[in-house]
């Protein structure tokens, strides 16, 4: 069955600072991975999608077929990076549907 | 970009009583809608997948008769909490993706159910 894993639940660190956000996944299939993302008291939104292998926001994100990983990265985290953070695996042959992550709370002290 | 609402933001009854939850895309067609539910501090979990003009497709545990979801067109989709109770309080969110190559699920903001 597939499943996405997202070891940290907080992610502390100061303004200036490299951040990473662990994923793993494991899925029998080609995967799909995306990244969202949920500032306070706002909905839901994409972040970066592994097909697309762009910048948003400065993050980043590659997968590893070999390690099933699909880590976000930012080399020079900022104050409004501060959100709720989900690794997501789309399954093409069940309807498209989002397997998401538990989520990892990042805040970016100043 | 695509925008989804929900209606209402959030919504307090009583235990029994039935609630209905709006989901619209407003500027583009949805032909599959996603109902997912939010515990506090918690994850995502999908509840069920629907497509315009036909059945919803569950996800293992969730009661079809208890979350009954509607799908008539291509902008909107309820879903209805049948016989509420305090267990099912919760954050209700929706999703829409249109069809074709448009891959991006775009999410509502998400209503806030809370069962006396």
């Known amino acids: 069955a597939q499943r996405v894993t997202q070891p940290e639940k907080l992610l502390s660190v100061f303004k200036g600072a490299p951040v990473e956000l662990k994923c793993n996944y494991s899925y029998s299939g080609s995967p799909e991975l995306f990244w969202y993302v949920q500032y306070s008291r706002q909905r839901l939104q994409l972040l970066l999608r592994h097909i697309s292998r762009e910048s948003i926001k400065g993050f980043t994100a590659d997968l590893n077929k070999g390690e099933t990983s699909f880590h976000l990265k930012k080399p020079f985290a900022q104050e409004e990076d501060s959100a709720m953070y989900y690794c997501a695996l789309r399954h093409k042959a069940a309807g498209n549907k989002l397997t998401f992550g538990g989520g990892t709370r990042v805040l970016v002290k100043p | 970009g695509a925008v989804v609402s929900q209606h209402p933001s959030r919504v307090i009854c009583k235990s029994g009583t039935s609630v209905k939850i709006e989901c619209r895309s407003l500027d583009f067609q949805a032909t599959t809608m996603f109902w997912y539910r939010q515990f506090p501090k918690q994850s995502l979990m999908l509840m069920a997948t629907?497509?315009?003009?036909?059945?919803?497709?569950?996800e293992q545990g969730v009661e079809k008769d208890k979350f009954l979801i509607n799908h008539a067109s291509l902008t909107l989709s309820t879903l209805t909490v049948t016989s509420a109770h305090p267990e099912d309080s919760s954050f209700y969110i929706c999703?829409?993706?249109?069809?074709?190559?448009?891959?991006?699920?775009?999410f509502g903001p998400g209503t806030r159910l809370l069962v006396l």
């Open positions: 999703s829409a993706r249109a069809g074709g190559r448009e891959e991006t699920q775009y």
């Open positions: 629907s497509n315009e003009g036909s059945k919803a497709t569950y």
